[in-house]
């Protein structure tokens, strides 16, 4: 059986941070045109953080079943590791989306928007669907395409519009540089397991690209949001503050580009997970106080 530790551990909690740097951005957004709300930004971080842990647990149960996770470089996996029963650790999940989904509802009502109640049921689906059923979508290459859409616009500009009832140029902007930094984590960790995955069949979009290639684009995801922050800065000079993310994002581009492999790119996820969270918490405060 499976210790308190274990289950914490199997949360992933390093990739809170992509959670909660959504929030963050489409609440700094928010604030930036004037219509911050403290209770609509907490009830989204409730919904955030219990869809992200609930799609890690969804994803070890998954893959554990599968057999994808038997050999890995990383974080501790329940199922496969053999620690949790399989069906234990599917029931974590949908507790964890439960509660999500139950926040999501009361931030809709709260907002007024009850359509907003139908695209966090797409985004429950997504989460399940991302390593889960017979033809899951991030065995096939379009993990990337699904964090974006659902951590950049989905999250922030859905964050900023039940704040403020509209979508603003400064959310947008927001929105591109987290969903492209979100897309940068996940590419580091596949990248890390690009010779796991060939061999058990899951072909991510790093596999498909391959080793070089993944690099590149790595370094374009995380290049592009620093774009991002200057065209921000045309609009309120404080976002600029962003750029302190390179603290954290340029020495993990150089393990990346230098071609470190295996335990070596751990630093890198974690350091890009930080760097999407101080990217986000420096961009929303540049945007709240400009």
């Avoid at 149960?61 to 069906?87: E, F, N």
């Avoid at 507790?95 to 985004?123: D, K």
């Avoid at 065209?231 to 000079?237: E, F, I, M, T, Y």
């Amino acid at each position: 059986m499976a210790t308190v530790g274990e289950w914490v551990e199997g949360a992933r909690p390093r990739t809170l941070p992509t959670a909660i740097a959504p929030v963050l951005a489409g609440s700094g957004a928010a604030a930036g045109v004037a219509g911050f709300d403290l209770l609509a930004a907490l009830l989204a971080l409730v919904v955030a953080v219990g869809l992200v842990i609930g799609v890690n647990y969804a994803n070890d149960y998954s893959d554990g079943v599968r057999g994808t996770d038997d050999d890995r470089v990383g974080p501790l996996r329940l199922v496969g590791s053999g620690v949790a029963q399989p069906y234990l650790v599917k029931r974590a999940a949908f507790l964890c989306f439960g509660v999500g989904a139950l926040a999501g509802i009361a931030l809709s009502l709260y907002s007024g928007h009850w359509w907003l109640i139908v695209v966090g049921a797409v985004c429950l689906v997504g989460a399940w669907f991302y390593t889960g059923g017979s033809r899951p979508y991030g065995y096939r290459g379009l993990g990337e395409v699904a964090v974006f859409v659902f951590f950049g616009p989905v999250a922030v500009l859905g964050t900023e519009f039940t704040q403020t009832g509209r979508a603003s140029g400064l959310g947008i902007g927001a929105a591109v540089g987290v969903g492209l930094l979100a897309c940068a984590v996940l590419v580091a960790n596949n990248l890390r397991d690009i010779g796991s995955d060939v061999e058990t069949g899951k072909r991510t979009l790093a596999v498909v690209l391959g080793d070089r290639d993944t690099r590149v684009l790595y370094a374009a995801l995380v290049v592009v949001p620093l774009g991002m922050t200057l065209v921000l800065s045309l609009r309120a000079w404080g976002a600029l503050a962003g750029l302190l993310a390179l603290i954290l994002l340029a020495p993990s581009l150089r393990r990346v580009l230098a071609g470190s492999t295996g335990p070596q790119l751990i630093p890198v996820l974690r350091d890009t997970a930080l760097g999407l969270l101080v990217w986000s918490a420096a961009t929303a405060l540049g945007l709240a106080l400009t």
